[in-house]
């Protein structure tokens, strides 16, 4: 079993930067390849990265490529979003996932973070 708590959410202004985190507990996040998803008001939850176990593999949405960065320390049980170059179409609940149960960008993962709220303002 693993429970995800994410924070770094916020409301920032339009090119601005925030970090999430996702702290892991239970069983060590080290043995979990993550991701990240976000649902706006109104729409479907939507991939946004993903990072494996050891970290050697990552992929990110379109969205988001080249202004976000996935990344995790094994150490801390923790994995992170850095959010560069924010827009207000990024707004959105961000979700942490961890084990995926199919391919990484589908929302079938084991275990489910409970949100943080990220706000971009124009």
């Known amino acids: 079993q693993v429970q995800l708590v994410e924070s770094g959410g916020g409301l920032v202004q339009a090119g601005g930067s925030l970090r999430l985190s996702c702290a892991a507990s239970?069983?060590?996040?080290?043995?979990?390849?993550m991701g990240w998803f976000r649902q706006a008001p109104g729409k479907d939850r939507e991939f946004v990265a993903f990072?494996?176990?050891?970290?050697?593999?990552?992929y990110y949405a379109d969205s988001v490529k080249g202004r976000f960065t996935i990344s995790r320390d094994n150490a801390k049980n923790t994995a992170y979003l850095q959010m560069n170059s924010l827009k207000p179409e990024d707004t959105a609940v961000y979700y942490c996932?961890?084990?995926?149960?199919?391919?990484?960008?589908?929302?079938?993962?084991?275990?489910w973070g409970q949100g943080t709220q990220v706000t971009v303002s124009s």
């Open positions: 990072i494996s176990r050891s970290g050697g593999s990552i």
């Open positions: 239970g069983r060590t996040s080290s043995s979990s390849a």
């Open positions: 996932a961890a084990d995926p149960l199919g391919a990484y960008g589908s929302s079938r993962y084991q275990y």
